[in-house]
T-cell receptor, first 110, second 115 residues
Framework: GQSLEQPSEVTAVEGAIVQINCTYQ??????LSWYQQHDGGAPTFLSY????GLEETGRFSSFLSRSDSYGYLLLQELQMKDSASYFC???????????FGKGTKLSVIP | SAVISQKPSRDICQRGTSLTIQCQVD?????MFWYRQQPGQSLTLIAT?????????ESGFVIDKFPISRPNLTFSTLTVSNMSPEDSSIYLC????????????FGPGTRLLVL
């Protein structure tokens, strides 16, 4: 089976940096993805890591260490609109299917 | 990217009845999936909708309860059958295009309340 662990809630100040960690246990791991979901909205894709290292997309970066079964999402220059739930998700080899973590609710405060 | 619409956006149903949710994509896609999400909870994959053949269900989900159709590359339906209050949830469809396979695009969801 597959299981993912991420913090349930994180609070950070506007303009600051926050890191959301994700550890996973899975068979046939292929890659780690991150999705953002605002209250009442649909999940939207943020990033994907198939190889070890850091991927940067604007204010967001994502990191993967396959040997440690660990990844994180880094959000810089936090804005109020970043308040949302963030899900890590793993994909298995040869499969488009995703298994999602339980999500981290990020609250950005002034 | 893919633009996905779902109908209905929300519904209130009586127990014992069935509801069919439609998912329409604006372009042909490789894969279509159906998820369930309780408010404030994670997404759970119900099944993969396969074009022209029976859907592939995840553990804990069965065809009699959640029949799925996918008649072509842009459309799928999920039926929630013989509903009970435990079926109250948000149902989302998602799609993957093989050209950008690492990205799943999600529909806006159908909010279902069963009384």
């Amino acid at each position: 089976g597959q299981s993912l662990e991420q913090p349930s809630e994180v609070t950070a100040v506007e303009g600051a940096i926050v890191q959301i960690n994700c550890t996973y246990q899975t068979s046939g791991f292929y890659g780690l993805s991150w999705y953002q979901q605002h209250d009442g909205g649909a999940p939207t894709f943020l990033s994907y890591n198939g190889l070890d290292g850091l991927e940067e997309t604007g204010r967001f970066s994502s990191f993967l260490s396959r040997s440690d079964s660990y990844g994180y999402l880094l959000l810089q220059e936090l804005q109020m609109k970043d308040s949302a739930s963030y899900f890590c998700a793993v994909s298995g080899a040869g499969s488009y299917q995703l298994t999602f973590g339980k999500g981290t609710k990020l609250s950005v405060i002034p | 990217s893919a633009v996905i619409s779902q109908k209905p956006s929300r519904d209130i149903c009586q127990r014992g009845t069935s509801l069919t949710i439609q998912c329409q994509v604006d372009s042909q896609v490789t894969m279509m999936f159906w998820y369930r999400q309780q408010p404030g909870q994670s997404l759970t994959l119900i099944a993969t909708a396969n074009q022209g053949s029976e859907a592939t269900y995840e553990s804990g989900f069965v065809i009699d309860k959640f029949p799925i159709s996918r008649p072509n590359l842009t459309f799928s339906t999920l039926t929630v059958s013989n509903m009970s209050p435990e079926d109250s949830s948000i149902y989302l469809c998602s799609v993957v295009n093989h050209r950008v396979w690492e990205t799943q695009y999600f529909g806006p969801g159908t909010r279902l309340l069963v009384l």
